[in-house]
Structures are given as C-alpha cells and as structure tokens.
C-alpha cells in the first residue's frame, strides 16, 4: 500500500510536469509561428508596395508589353536578395511574371485564396504547400485596379527555427522530467517513511507483539500522529492487560471450584468451562466452541438447558450422573450477550453424609437400646431379689458392664467425631516401635485371657519419624486389638515391619476367623461387625476400624486388609521422607 502511495506521488507529478511541458511547447510553437508569420507578413507587404512604387514610376499600364528586361532583372535580383517569390497577376488572374517560375506555363491564379481575399479586402493572405518550388508558402497579395501584385517567402526557415525550439524544448522537458522524477520519488520516500513506520507499527501491533512503538519521530504533524499512535498503543495495551488479568482471575476462580460450569452461548456452543465440567463427562478433547448437547450425554440435562433456553428462565432440580448426585441450576442471561451458565453442585457426599447420620443414629440407637434394656431388666430383677445378696450381686455385675460397654461406645463415638471434625493436629517426631510395644503391653491381659502368642519382629523401624503420636496408638491399638477380639483361642498375633525405599510397612497378622471376601469394603464402616455376636461378646464396639481410617486418613497414612479362612493381614502403609 505504500508503495502504491509512493508510487501514486510520482506518477501525478509526472503526469502533471509532462502537460506542463506539452503545454508549453504546443503553446510556444503557436505563439512563435503565429508572430513569425505575422512579421513576415509585414515585412511582404513591404516589398509589395516597394514593387508597386517602382513599377509606376515607369508610367506605364501594366501589362504584358511593360516587363522588359530591365524591370525583369530588377525584379529578378530584389527576388534573390529578398529571398522572395515576386507575382504579378493580371486582373482576370493571368499571370504577367514571376520570379521563380515559367509564368508562361502557370495556371490562372484568378481563384488563389490571396487573391481571392485582396479582391474583396485590397489585400490577402494564404500559407500552403507551393507545388510549383515544392515548400510551404507564405502567400501575401494585394490588388492595385487591373493587376495583383503577390510577394511569398518560404516558411522552411521558420519551420527549422520551430523545430530546433521545439527539440530544445523536449530536450529540457526530460531532462527536467526526470530530475523533477529522481527529486520527486526523494521527497515521495521522505515523505511516505512516517507513514509506512506507521503501518508496520499498526500491523505488529495488532499481530501480537503489543511491546511494538514507533521510535524517533519526528517534531511534525505527522510525528504528533506517531506519538498519538503510541499513546493509543499504551492505552490499549494497559486495557488489554487489565483484561487478560480479570480473564485469568475469572478462569483461576473457576477452575478452583470443584464443581462443574460451563457458559453456553446463544449459539448453543460451550464458551467458558472448568476442569471438573469436562471430568463429569468424560470428554477427551476441548470443549471451546462445541455444541454442548455433543457434551452432555444427558437427556433430562439437555432437556432442561432447551427449556431453559427458549423459555429464558431460571431452572434447578436435582439429577444423578456418572454415579454422581448433583444439584443443578441454569441461570440464563441476555447481557452482554444471551447464553445461559450451568451450574452443577455436587451433592454426592452430603448425601452420603446424610445416609452416615441416618445410619448412625439407627446403629448408635440400635446400640445403646440394647445394653440399656439389659441393664433395667438386671435392676428390675435385683429389685425383686434384693434380699438375695448373691444373686444381687451377680445381677449388677452384669449391669456394670453393660454400662462399661455403652462408655465404651460413647468414648469411641466422641474420638471418631474428634478425628472428622479436627482441622489442625501437632506434628511431632514419633517412634512407631515404641508405640507399637506401649499398645501391646495394654492389651496384654486380655492376650493373656485368650491365651494368644504374641511375635514382633518390627526392629527395622527407623527410631523417629514424623507423626502425631495419639492418631498413631490410635490406628495400632484397635488393630492389635480388633486382632484379639477375632482371634482363636491358643492362636497367635504376628506383627512384622519392613523398609522399602520411602515407605514403611507394619502388618498386624492373626489366625482368626478371617473375613469374607464380599466383606471386606465394609469393614471400615461405623458399628459394622463381620461377627456381632462374638463382637459383643468381647466387648468391641464396632467403631474401632473406622476410627482406624480417620486417623490413618489425617496422618497420610494408607490402611489395607487382606483375608483368608486362616486370619486376617491390616497393612498400615507409612510414607517417609
């Protein structure tokens, strides 16, 4: 484009000094014929009258008989220092003498356009091509009564003299032409560098590269425009990183947000999204510009965005997808653009939490009903026996224990809540073995009472690591102790340890009863007992497992079982640095 402009500049000027030459030159030539030719008209008038005055002082008519030799030689030699053509023609145009021709062999000149024109107007002029000297003429005549007297001059002189005027012309025309070029296309560059410095900044500009300035310009009209242009430049560039900024903010806010959202255009076509809205879908690819029912294969969901759409309002309900309970709003919007924004909460754990707090109160109530109706009917029955001492005696022993089981249930339900609801705990330099050992010696009275064997073989554990001591006794004592409670009698308890690069290994193995296969994902779970019979026989809880995942959970520590008809194998699995 700039050089079009360039280029533009150029052509114009030299149109327009090409005219200017032409001009001058059809005007020169006009101008200098037209006075040549009127200076050489006078100046054949002249010798016309010097004719006609020598010609009457003979005193003689004018005729055939008057041209004698004399007036013939003067006339002859006027002609040849005059460089003139001398005629003389009768009145009924015959011609009487000429100085360059036969006149005797001449046509009648009667009808000659000078002659013609100085019958009428006493004197007459014609220019053209004489065939009898082979020139062009200037032809002046005047008429005197009975004859004409004509005077012409070649006009080749001044022919030549218009030819070497017009040849200099065009000679200093091109010359100037291109000189004035050269000069032109140096002020055209000059001129058009601003502008084409301005272009490229314009285009680099709005590429990409929003650093791109135009550098040294000038103090000028055009170098105010520069400077403007780069102040634009700044403004918009500030604009632009105001902009990139929000747009970041806005996707760091949702892709923070574990919930799925998607922004849909008027056009039906995804425009904003979150990592979580392309998971819930399972979609590989980017979901920029895809219609969104290719996305969701959902039919009441897209239903539900149609709806939302063509009716232009708001929409919740809540749907399962993916194994996933969400509560999903469609909230559309006309400004800036029409579109609606999906939002999709997902409910899936407080309904699991909620199912957990239903189940719990059914278990806890299911639990503590039963040691309390056991217990009013040993005080019913001590009542009606309460002058037999013994068995009195016999009847709140038994209730004391149902009172120790229902502490022991409250106390584990009091540790479990502890461990969901505690946000911060101490981390401190611990010693698993030591642990390990305190718990066991704990337990001892009732590995005695079941006659159980006990083999540690944990020597491979570092002498401290970082933990929290109290969610460590936790996670080894309801092991070692679950362990006991669902060990033969005369059985053992075997607990190894094992160091494998980064992570530490305890296993906590008894030859127990074992737990069934299809048992085994619940065994985690509150008040869950593979065996309730035998787990209130042995006083348990049912709540020291779960106690286990919390704890294990908040430590970063990872919890495995593995079971056979000869026992049960928990690995408690301990990263390290």
């Known amino acids: 484009m700039m ?29 200098i014929r037209k006075e040549f030719t009127t200076f050489l008209k006078n100046e054949l008038q002249q010798s016309i009258e010097y004719i006609n005055i020598y010609c009457m002082s003979f005193h003689k008519p004018i005729d055939k008989n008057f041209f004698t030799y004399e007036i013939v030689s003067a006339l002859n030699n006027l002609s040849k220092k005059s460089s003139l053509r001398i005629t003389i023609i009768q009145h009924d145009g015959t011609i009487l003498f000429d100085s ?8 009648n000149h009667l009808y000659r356009p000078e002659i013609l024109e100085a019958r009428k107007n006493g004197t007459g002029m014609s220019m053209r091509f004489s065939h009898t000297v082979n020139t062009d003429m200037l032809y002046v005549a005047s008429y005197y009564n009975y004859y004409y007297i004509r005077a012409a001059k070649s006009m080749a002189t001044i022919n030549a003299f ?21 000069v032109t296309a140096v002020i055209a560059t000059a001129f058009t560098r601003p502008i084409k410095e301005s ?15 135009i550098l040294n310009y000038k103090d000028d009209e055009m170098g105010y425009l520069q400077k403007s242009m780069n102040q634009l430049a700044d403004n918009i560039q500030q604009r632009i990183n105001e902009l990139t900024n929000e747009k970041n903010k806005l996707f760091m806010i949702i892709e923070s947000i574990h919930d799925p959202i998607a922004l849909i255009d ?70 800036p653009a029409t579109g609606i924004l999906l939002l999709m909460h997902d409910v899936t754990e407080q309904k699991r939490i909620q199912q957990l707090k239903s189940d719990l109160v059914g278990n806890l109530s299911h639990e503590l009903k039963t040691p309390i109706s056991i217990i009013r009917g040993y005080l019913e029955t001590i009542k009606d026996n309460i002058s037999d001492q013994k068995t009195a005696e016999q009847f709140i022993d ?3 224990a149902n009172v120790e089981r229902q502490n ?24 698993l073995n030591k642990i390990i050992t305190q718990c066991v010696e704990l337990l001892t009275p009732k590995i005695q009472n079941k006659n159980l064997a006990i083999v540690m073989d944990i020597e491979s554990l570092p002498e401290n690591i970082q933990g929290n001591a109290f969610l460590a006794e936790e996670i080894f004592f309801n092991i070692i102790d679950n362990a006991i409670n669902y060990n033969n009698p005369g059985g053992s308890i075997t607990i ?50 779960s106690i286990v995942k919390h704890a294990a959970s908040i430590l970063g520590w990872t919890v495995e079982v593995a079971s056979s008809t000869k026992g049960s194998i928990f690995s408690v699995h301990v990263p390290i640095s």
Request: glycine share 4%; proline share 2%; with cysteine.
């Open 100 to 107: 360059d021709a036969d006149y005797q062999s001449m046509e």
């Open 199 to 213: 272009l490229q900044f314009i285009n680099t500009f709005f590429n990409g590269n929003l650093n791109a300035r």
């Open 266 to 335: 008027e056009d039906k076509k995804i425009v904003i999204y979150n990592k979580a809205f392309a998971s819930c879908f399972e979609y590989p690819e980017t979901l920029t510009s895809k219609y969104y029912f290719t996305v969701i294969r959902h039919s009441e969901l897209n239903a539900k965005i149609y709806v939302a759409f063509s009716q232009k309002q708001k929409i919740s309900f809540e749907e399962t997808i993916g194994g996933n309970h969400f509560q999903i709003f469609i909230y559309p919007f006309a400004e």
């Open 496 to 545: 190894t340890a094992n160091k494998q690069s980064k992570l530490l290994t305890i296993h906590i193995a008894d030859t127990g009863v074992g737990i069934p296969h299809d048992e085994l994902p619940r065994i985690f779970e509150r008040f869950y007992r593979v065996d309730k019979s035998r787990s209130r026989e042995t006083g348990g809880t049912g709540l020291g497992l």
């Open 408 to 431: 022991a249930i409250i106390n584990d339900m009091l540790k479990l809540n502890q461990l969901e609801t505690s946000s911060y705990i101490t981390n401190e330099s611990i010693s």
């Open 398 to 400: 038994s209730a004391l």
């Open 162 to 182: 218009i030819e070497s005027i017009t040849r200099n012309i065009v000679i200093a025309g091109i010359i100037i032409l291109v000189t004035s070029i050269i």
């Open 3 to 31: 050089k079009n402009l360039k280029t533009k500049l150029i052509v114009v000027y030299s149109i327009a000094l090409v005219c200017f030459i032409s001009f001058l030159l059809i005007y020169s030539n006009l101008h």
